[in-house]
């Protein structure tokens, strides 16, 4: 039961809208509401279970039968003899292609002679019900949902060609941090009078505005009183009074995303999980089933501030208790508060690394062209065992290396190099390109170690927003990005009707990701409207080595400068943050200012704080930023090992600095600094005289949002490990605040739950 529904007043189904393309955006005599209603995008079928028995000791479908493939090297390995740091980074074991790559044609791993990409795998056995990465999968709305707000479309910015920022941004001035003019106008961007006149207008800001000074104000509301010059690219959001309701149901389900099968787990039967959409000022509502057997779950809403509903933030042991398996539900009502695209995962020990996690898009005003809406494409590296043997060999001095790559849950593997059940040529994802034309594609890291470098080969890719963030348009070759992070790219098809090209996504080399070497880069099939869609491309990628092995996102001076601007203020607190990689006597694991985290799934944090408990432990790692308005959080990153993308829940924070060694305090664009939710924290230095340079990386937010937010790694195996902390804002106003009483049951329903079926909980818990 939610109690927090102000907008709840019919229902109307949108089920069918998954079953063709040519729904979209259509409506039918579904959508009757004016203001008020209930919109259900309900996905009902879902996978069933094949639990097994094993004799590892833990029953259930954790096991897979294919796990006993012994890893190719033992790495950190277990301290011994006094040993605090871990030995060096190993190298990769294997050649590009395994001693089998004569076999195949990269970088497909097609066999020889075969030349042609037809899958061999039907589509349920390969990723379930997915169809992401299909040919006919449905283009994404380029106005939104149905029913939401229209933003008018926007003219084709007049001289833009590519390397050229769009207009009004000013090309070469500016260089000491203020590149905007100053009460300018910022035209073609929206302004108020594009929003619908006249229905409940926006009462929750983009930005606070006490985080905004001088001439920029936070409102494009063309009813504002504000006396300030107009920020158009800061615009309001919109009230739609729009719930959209989606059933998520959390299963086991043997996969075979790359040919390889195995246990996996799936949302809806779906690897990846269902698209979950909305427009800007929706409300959705998350009803999430666990299907699983022998353990918790919890969904978290990636890069969501939750304001005023910290409490569905779908973290265990921070924001709920967890929801208990064999059918348990639990429901989360939260705004739509920020547009772009992003993803839901489930935040229950590494379970997303196995495959339960699904993109989110969230439609809101455009400040780039495009004409086709290409929608979700999702890149993670895979691995050929269940996410708990994983997590087990992690936190035993084992850390898994990769075995393979994917985009959309697809790709093949070279199949002689294995003894596991194997089909080649099982299939990988293909998309369609119309020549002329402007394609968005929606790039989410959803990986559980590698860093990510995307491009798609004789095309330049034009960034317009870093995860929620819509920034100055830049154009590149190549994206990085960190587990978590995302990046809208606009690709123009400047290719022949009967082109194809390889799109691919290729792990960070050196030591920015640890895989075997076999098959790091994902690719899939960009095909032009007049080419054979089985055709194999045989294009080539212009990605330097040196590209694919910076490891760390782009120029904070130059790259990814949001459109809306907000200045840095002083900071009301500063906090110096270690993290070291270094062993506990027993294992090598992660430490937080000497403090490793290790959750309760028990006692949730926040519940805790809203009762006025805060008798917390050590190992909760809570910092208690009380009521300042601003903290400033210097991150200093000790070890070698796997670069950190450091994920902040319930905000936005501005990345002020990275580097090495000590900060000289200088604010890179200090007047309108990068923000984002996610940012990679660069490894350490490792020198040649044996001694280690640490990195660091400085960010600020402001605390206008109640709650336990995390601040943590997102590389499933160093989370797993302790890198996590929860930053804990406005206490006293969390206790105040009237908190919806089934996150409060769910503990209830856990505690009985687990009273007789305690949790094998081998790793910090997240
Ligand atoms: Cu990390």
């Not at 994404?140 to 390397?163: A, V």
């Not at 000074?213 to 959001?237: D, E, H, Q």
């Not at 996590?724 to 009985?752: G, H, Y």
Request: net charge negative; charged share 15%; glycine share 10%.
């Amino acid at each position: 039961m939610v109690a927090y529904a102000p907008y709840v007043a019919g229902t109307a189904s949108l089920s069918s809208v998954y079953h063709a393309p040519s729904l979209f955006p259509a409506p039918n005599g579904n959508y009757t509401a004016d203001i008020c209603q209930i919109v259900t995008a309900t996905v009902t079928q879902y996978a069933t279970a094949y639990p097994t028995s094993n004799d590892h000791g833990h029953g259930g479908p954790y096991y897979n039968p294919y796990n006993d493939v012994p890893l190719p090297y033992n790495w950190p390995g277990k301290p011994s003899h006094g040993e605090t740091l871990p030995p060096p980074y190993p190298t990769t074991p294997y050649p590009y292609g395994g001693p089998a790559k004569d076999k195949y044609d990269a970088p497909a791993w097609i066999p020889k002679g075969t030349n042609k990409l037809i899958p061999s795998l039907p589509k349920g056995k390969q990723n379930g019900n997915s169809y992401w990465g299909e040919l006919d999968c449905p283009h994404l709305p380029i106005s939104g949902l149905p029913s939401g707000p229209k933003y008018s479309s926007l003219p084709t910015p007049t001289g833009y060609s590519t390397g050229v920022p769009y207009p009004p941004y000013p090309t070469g001035s500016g260089s000491s941090g203020a590149p905007y003019p100053t009460g300018g106008s910022y035209q073609p961007y929206p302004t108020g009078s594009e929003y619908p006149s006249g229905s409940g207008y926006p009462t929750i800001s983009v930005y606070p505005s006490s985080s905004v000074s001088g001439s920029v104000t936070n409102s494009m509301n063309a009813t504002s009183s504000s006396t300030s010059t107009p920020a158009p690219n800061c615009p309001t959001m919109p009230d739609t009074g729009v719930t959209r309701t989606y059933d998520l149901h959390v299963a086991y389900q043997t996969i075979a995303p790359d040919g390889i099968t195995r246990n996996g787990l799936t949302i809806n039967g779906q690897f990846p999980g269902p698209l979950v959409e909305a427009n800007w000022g929706d409300w959705i509502l998350f009803r999430v089933t666990n299907d699983l057997t022998d353990e918790g779950t919890a969904i978290h809403a990636h890069g969501l501030f939750q304001t005023e509903t910290s409490w569905y933030d779908g973290v265990p042991a921070v924001a709920q208790c967890p929801i208990t398996p064999n059918g348990g539900t639990f429901e989360q009502l939260f705004r739509a508060d920020r547009y772009g695209s992003s993803w839901y995962h489930s935040h229950y020990s590494a379970q997303y690394s196995g495959g339960a996690h699904g993109a989110m898009v969230i439609y809101g005003p455009k400040h780039a062209e495009y004409d086709i809406d290409l929608g979700p494409v999702i890149v993670e590296d895979w691995f050929h065992a269940d996410y708990y043997t994983l997590i087990n060999n992690t936190m035993n001095g084992r850390f898994p290396p990769s075995n393979n790559n994917l985009i959309n849950g697809k790709m093949q593997y070279p199949c002689a190099n294995t003894t596991l059940p194997c089909d080649a040529n099982a299939g990988v994802a293909k998309f369609q390109f119309e020549s002329g034309k402007k394609h968005l594609l929606r790039l989410v890291n959803a990986g559980a170690e590698g860093v990510q470098k995307f491009s798609i080969d004789g095309h330049q890719l034009t960034v317009v927003a870093l995860d929620f963030i819509p920034v100055e348009p830049y154009t590149t070759n190549v994206v990085t990005l960190g587990i978590g992070q995302r990046c809208d790219i606009i690709v123009e098809a400047t290719g022949s009707p009967s082109d194809a090209y390889w799109m691919r996504s290729q792990l960070g080399t050196e030591h920015c990701t640890l895989n075997d070497g076999i098959s790091p880069n994902a690719v899939a099939a960009v095909y032009y409207e007049d080419a054979d869609t089985e055709s194999v491309p045989s294009t080539t990628s212009d990605v330097t080595a040196e590209q694919l092995a910076a490891c760390k996102n782009d120029d904070l001076a130059t790259a990814g400068i949001p459109l809306c601007k907000v200045p840095i203020e002083e900071p009301e607190t500063t906090e110096v943050i270690d993290f070291t990689f270094r062993s506990n006597g027993t294992n090598f694991i992660w430490f937080v200012n000497n403090s490793s985290y290790r959750g309760d799934y028990n006692a949730p944090i926040l519940l805790s704080a809203k009762n006025g408990d805060f008798d917390y432990k050590p190992e909760w790692n809570v910092f208690d930023f009380g009521s300042n308005k601003t903290v400033r959080i210097h991150m200093t990153n000790h070890g070698l090992i796997g670069s950190h993308p450091m994920h902040l829940h319930g905000h936005d924070f501005h990345v002020l600095a990275e580097g090495f060694g000590e900060w000289d305090g200088t604010v890179t664009n200090a007047e309108n600094s990068v923000r984002r939710d996610t940012h990679i924290l660069q490894n350490g230095k490792n020198n040649t005289d044996g001694t280690v340079t640490p990195s660091f990386t400085v960010i600020q937010y402001t605390q206008d949002n109640p709650g336990a937010w995390p601040l943590h790694c997102h590389l499933a195996w160093h989370v797993s490990g302790g890198l996590f902390l929860v930053a804990l804002e406005k206490k006293d106003e969390i206790m105040t605040q009237i908190f919806d009483e089934d996150v409060f049951e769910l503990c209830d329903k856990w505690d009985a739950y687990t009273a007789s079926n305690p949790p094998n909980q081998i790793d910090s818990g997240l």
